[in-house]
């Protein structure tokens, strides 16, 4: 986009070429140029405009094409006033008149030969741009002969009779009118996608990759060169049968001269082989060296192709007035190689009496009347028939109806009795015409197919045309009906002339080694030899011209990375490196050197492409594209939908072990484009067809929720970002990808604070890291930021609205808040057990991983261990699912399962053991049952005092909206207060715990001591060990802050960071070790009944029942590699919110990894199948 300037002209003297000049320096740093590269304008005498221009690379997504072209900057300078309007808009939209003028002077080149023939003409010129010349070919020039010339080949002159003997008159007609209806309805869809837009040179390939996307482009792209290849193949193995059969036999390097069987059909493949060589190798050093003159030459093929069939028309017209004389022998009812000898009868009767023929001499032993001749030959009479007894012969009847033969069957005549013993073995085979290889009918259809292709030859063009969207249908589908036309008549008019045995015979040996269709033609067979020689070495040329530059589109897509070096060529943009694949390609065919054989595979793959045509037209109609406006009126998603099962019947009709080697090529593109190649979109019908699919999928789901067998965690992940938008907890997204083992749902969100309008870029660069991070940790799914003005709206507005319709999370992944004990960081837990109602009002399970830090990369592996689930209450059993798709993955793959629960006084622990493997047992899954027994034992003074601690803290948090001065009188009065009643009751030491950071991992069970080994070694039972847990902001008084840990204890472990940390007393003297503490001491501790009593009872039932469950836990679980438990619901009372962090706090104390789980109130697990 160009840069717009006002300059006003302070200096009446000086001109704009040197305001110019200024501009130019001042922009560019360069000196003032001589001439203008920017446009300058004097704009009513007061004013210069000065527009700077940007690149003129047209973008792919730029709103029309060429969008940088000089005349739109002319036509974006506008007055001002008039539109002053919309002078912000001026800027990123282009005035209406911009975008006419652009479109008007777009210009379409197509690649290939025009931009090679260009550069060779423009060497010698300047590097002035030459303006382009409009495109001016009409529909008969740029499409219609094109297409005739490339429909029209090798088949119908080298094959159609044979075919039409073999298949008879209605089976052939039959193949042939299939073909052509699958051909015509490939042009009508193919019409449809053509006048939808511009097409730019690329045809086919252009049009399906734009309709299907990339993978499907790049499939079917690669066949159709593969197809287009292997008819350049196809070609040159016509052109050398011609060559080598009918025009000169004798150039054979392999001799075929009294050679019978194997060996005859050895030596004409490798003749085939040799010569299709050579001629390949002459053929692409033309289109290397200079393709123009293919061009050039083009218009001469058409005429010899024209001027063949319309020999063959006359020659028919010519027989209903005076058959041609093509004498054709047959011994019985046999058909005789007409070639070494002249007259076709056993003896001739001269003047001196009954002469043997040089027949009698081939059969016989000698030439004289006794001799000892071949049984059949002695049993059967030699006779001669007209091989084109005429269009009024009637010979119609008996050709409508095929013969097929094996491999080495004589070619008999139908209807005619032959003197014949089974039993005697065949004799002198060299002598009859056989068949050369086995025939049916599904191999005359992968023969014929070949000959209906060449459709795409205007599309090809479309860069040519004066109007590509009328010129193509019509010039294509009128192609097509005259081709069809010719092909049909050819099989009828072929029936009603040909005799039987001369259309069976492939290679006119019946017919003095005449070509079959040659015999028809008027007013020589030579018109017909010569010029479908021409006309092959043309289409051959032509294919190897195609091919390559196909190659080099595909490869300059970018869409294959291994096809990327064929997009290289010479200087004046000539595929090189393709044309080089293209001829190894085309040698392959060559070197399988049979005609017959290699006609199936190119339709294999042009078959496909077609298939492919038509289900673009079909998804583009049915899911009513906007952008689907196809300028051809008359297609219909049932027509392409018709012609996309033809082909794909077409596909197996001709071979189907071909049929399916074409499918796992085109899918390996497809998968192998699908991972490995370049992400393009190109608003294609897949595309749309996956919305298509995901809105009736999401309508589907609206019926009701999945039942209990389908129910699977569909996650929401909740992170948090840091002052970058960087993840602060990439393991969140690890233990995500355990969980999910990329199934199911996965939202990954995240919440920042303030407004959008304000946040939109730190939204973006926060979505950004999220994708990344999801794509490190191999996490599919989607990310959702929201901007709020606060987090906790911003985190409720996530598990409100993410999802859609019934793809919606079910489970919600969060992190255990860090230093929820921090002063500064009171509104994270209180979001945080906002987070946890809101889960439980949505019925929404929750898994909150505590020590996330601690949790295992999706690198690691445990390869021992074990996840024990502590089962305390049945909510759904999530507690059962969670391990069993966490060992779904290869981190905990080879830890085993162990369920505990908990028995209380009046439960059967043995009864409740056996009820419970029964369970797991129904529920397929294998895991080691424990039940732990807790009897119900009096609540501890250890117990009371830090619930009497913690009830102390809360009231100190309470005062976090206090101003400074009353938060500190209010905190030192309750701790004064707390401290004079404890030194009253107990003088021995009060240790306090201070809690700044969540407790990083142990590395071991060594440096993590369990609670009860630390309470073993002090003769101070914990009830004694009081401790007093304080705010890291709230000081134990102003003038004795709490004293610091020194490096090497804050080198310890958690557990002995508690233990060796102690602060002063009130009165300043140092605080006694708990190991301090007299008998005396303990007996006083439970004088202390004045402050318990009025504890909250609940509270105190509460701790009593964390400190128990963590006893045991840690006692059992200490070694576990994870623990999953039962999360407790949060207070009704918001009052108590802090004691319910304190609660689970010490619910999980000691223990390494632990995930708290919390159902969503419905049943995720069942023992039914």
């Not at 001002?80 to 800027?91: H, V």
């Not at 190894?584 to 045509?613: K, N, R, T």
């Not at 209450?873 to 830890?895: S, T």
């Not at 419970?916 to 049952?929: E, G, K, P, Q, S």
């Amino acid at each position: 986009m160009s840069q717009r300037f006002i300059v006003s002209k302070s200096d009446g003297d000086r001109r704009p070429s040197d305001i110019q000049g200024e501009v130019n320096q001042l922009f560019e740093g360069d000196d003032p140029p001589t001439s203008s590269d920017a446009e300058v304008k004097d704009a009513a005498g007061t004013e210069v405009v000065v527009v700077l221009k940007g690149d003129s690379n047209p973008k792919e997504n730029s709103p029309f094409i060429n969008s940088s072209d000089a005349a739109e900057e002319k036509t974006q300078q506008y007055d001002g006033k008039n539109m002053a309007l919309f002078e912000e808009e001026m800027d990123t939209s282009p005035m209406v008149a911009s975008l006419l003028s652009s479109l008007a002077n777009y210009s379409n080149l197509p690649q290939g030969s025009k931009e090679h023939e260009e550069a060779e003409n423009n060497e010698a010129e300047s590097s002035r741009k030459k303006p382009v010349k409009a495109p001016a070919l009409g529909t008969l020039m740029g499409v219609y002969l094109p297409c005739i010339q490339n429909i029209f080949g090798v088949i119908l002159f080298l094959r159609m009779t044979w075919l039409v003997g073999i298949g008879g008159v209605i089976g052939t007609f039959f193949i042939v009118f299939m073909c052509c209806t699958t051909t015509l309805l490939t042009a009508i869809s193919m019409s449809a996608i053509a006048t939808n837009g511009v097409v730019p040179a690329g045809g086919s390939y252009y049009m399906i990759s734009r309709s299907l996307g990339p993978e499907f482009g790049g499939a079917v792209g690669i066949c159709f060169y593969l197809g287009t290849t292997f008819a350049g193949a196809m070609y040159i193995l016509g052109a050398i049968e011609l060559l080598l059969i009918y025009i000169a036999p004798k150039a054979a390097i392999f001799p075929l001269e009294g050679l019978e069987g194997a060996e005859a059909e050895a030596a004409l493949l490798n003749n085939m082989r040799v010569y299709g060589t050579i001629l390949l190798t002459s053929m692409a050093t033309v289109v290397f060296v200079g393709v123009k003159y293919v061009n050039k030459l083009a218009l001469v093929f058409l005429a010899c192709v024209i001027l063949s069939i319309l020999a063959v028309y006359a020659g028919v017209i010519k027989t209903a007035i005076d058959a041609p004389d093509f004498p054709v022998c047959l011994l019985g009812n046999r058909t005789l190689v007409w070639k070494s000898f002249d007259v076709c009868a056993k003896t001739v009767e001269t003047a001196n009496g009954t002469v043997t023929t040089q027949l009698w001499r081939i059969f016989c032993d000698s030439p004289f009347l006794n001799a000892t001749c071949d049984k059949y030959f002695t049993a059967n009479n030699v006779t001669q028939i007209q091989g084109i007894p005429g269009v009024t012969s009637g010979i119609l009847t008996d050709n409508l109806f095929g013969t097929y033969y094996e491999k080495g069957d004589l070619i008999a005549k139908k209807f005619t009795q032959a003197a014949e013993d089974q039993d005697d073995p065949l004799t002198n085979s060299n002598r009859y015409v056989l068949a050369d290889i086995t025939s049916f009918f599904t191999l005359l259809v992968g023969i014929y197919f070949p000959s209906v292709t060449g459709i795409m030859a205007g599309s090809n063009r479309s860069g040519d045309l004066r109007d590509a969207q009328k010129s193509i249908p019509i010039g294509t589908i009128a192609a097509i009906c005259t081709t069809s036309f010719v092909y049909m008549s050819s099989v009828v008019l072929f029936g009603a002339c040909i005799e039987g045995v001369v259309l069976r015979d492939k290679f006119g040996e019946g017919v003095h080694g005449n070509l079959v269709i040659g015999t028809l033609a008027w007013p020589s067979p030579w018109v017909i030899v010569i010029g479908s020689f021409f006309s092959t070495c043309g289409a051959g040329l032509q294919s190897l011209t195609g091919a390559p530059r196909l190659m080099q589109a595909i490869a300059k897509d970018g869409i294959v990375p291994a096809l990327r070096i064929f997009g290289h060529g010479k200087a004046n943009g000539e595929p090189t490196w393709s044309l080089l694949l293209t001829a190894c390609i085309c040698e392959i065919g060559i070197l399988i050197a049979s005609l017959d054989a290699v006609a199936p595979i190119l339709s294999m793959f042009f078959l496909m492409c077609y298939m492919f045509v038509n289900l673009a037209c079909a998804l583009q109609t049915l899911l009513r594209t906007p952008n689907w406006r196809p300028r051809f009126k008359f297609y219909h998603w049932a027509l392409s939908f018709l012609g996309m099962s033809l082909c794909l019947t077409l596909m197996f009709l001709c071979s189907w072990y071909y049929a399916i080697v074409a499918m796992v090529i085109a899918g390996s593109i497809y998968k192998y484009i699908e991972f490995a190649g370049a992400e393009k979109e190109w608003g294609d019908g897949i595309r749309g067809l996956s919305l298509s699919a995901a809105r009736y999928a999401l309508m589907r789901l609206e019926e009701g929720p999945p039942h209990t067998k389908n129910w699977r965690p569909q996650l929401l992940t909740l992170v948090s970002t840091d002052s970058e938008q960087n993840v602060e907890q990439p393991r969140l997204l690890s233990l995500t990808n355990q969980l999910k083992a990329g199934k199911g749902l996965t939202i990954v969100g995240t919440a920042l604070e303030g407004t959008y309008l304000e946040n939109s870029e730190q939204s973006q660069r926060a979505e950004k890291a999220l994708r990344k991070l999801m794509e490190t940790e191999k996490v599919k799914g989607f990310c959702q930021v929201t901007v709020s003005s606060n987090l906790r709206d911003a985190t409720s507005h996530l598990l409100q609205a993410s999802g859609l319709g019934g793809l919606k999370h079910n489970a919600v992944l969060v992190s255990w808040p860090r230093n929820w004990r921090q002063g500064d960081e009171h509104q994270t837990w209180r979001n945080f057990v906002e987070l946890v109602r809101e889960t439980t009002a949505a019925h929404l399970a929750l898994l909150v991983p505590k020590n996330i830090s601690a949790f295992p990369s999706n690198g690691e592996r445990f390869t021992e261990g074990h996840i024990d689930v502590w089962w305390i209450v049945h909510d759904g059993g999530m507690l059962m699912l969670l391990p069993f798709l966490l060992r779904q993955h290869k981190v905990w793959r080879k830890c085993k399962m162990r369920i505990f629960t908990v028995a209380q006084l009046d439960d059967n622990s043995i009864q409740m053991k056996k009820d419970l493997t029964t369970f797991l047992y129904h529920l397929r899954i294998d895991a080691m049952v424990e039940v732990v027994e807790m009897h119900d034992s009096d609540i501890s003074a250890y117990t009371y005092e830090k619930t009497l601690v913690m009830e102390q803290r809360s009231q100190m948090l309470k005062q976090i909206n206090l101003s400074k001065n009353e938060r500190e009188r209010e905190i030192q009065s309750i701790t004064d207060s707390s401290r004079g009643s404890i030194r009253r009751k107990n003088p021995a030491a009060v240790t306090t715990q201070l809690s700044v950071t969540e407790d990083p991992p142990a590395a071991s069970k060594e440096e993590k001591p369990e609670e009860e080994s630390k309470s073993a070694s002090s003769p101070v039972s914990p009830p004694a060990q009081v401790q007093l847990i304080h705010d890291n902001t709230t000081p134990t008084s102003p003038a004795t802050p709490a004293t610091p840990l020194t490096p090497a204890e804050e080198a310890k472990s958690p557990g002995e960071q508690i233990q060796m940390t102690w602060t002063e007393k009130c009165d300043g003297e140092p605080a006694k070790p708990p190991g301090a503490a007299t008998p005396e001491g303990i007996k006083d501790i439970f004088n202390m009944k004045p402050e318990w009593e009025n504890l909250n009872q609940s509270n105190v039932r509460r701790m009593h029942t964390a400190l128990r469950l963590n006893e045991v836990i840690i006692k059992k679980s200490s070694e576990a590699k994870l623990v999953l438990l039962n999360m407790p619901g949060p207070p009704k009372n918001r009052t108590g919110d802090e004691n319910y962090m304190e609660f689970l706090e010490v619910l999980t104390d000691g223990l390494n990894r632990v995930l708290l789980v919390r159902g969503g109130g419905r049943e995720v697990i069942t023992i039914y199948s």
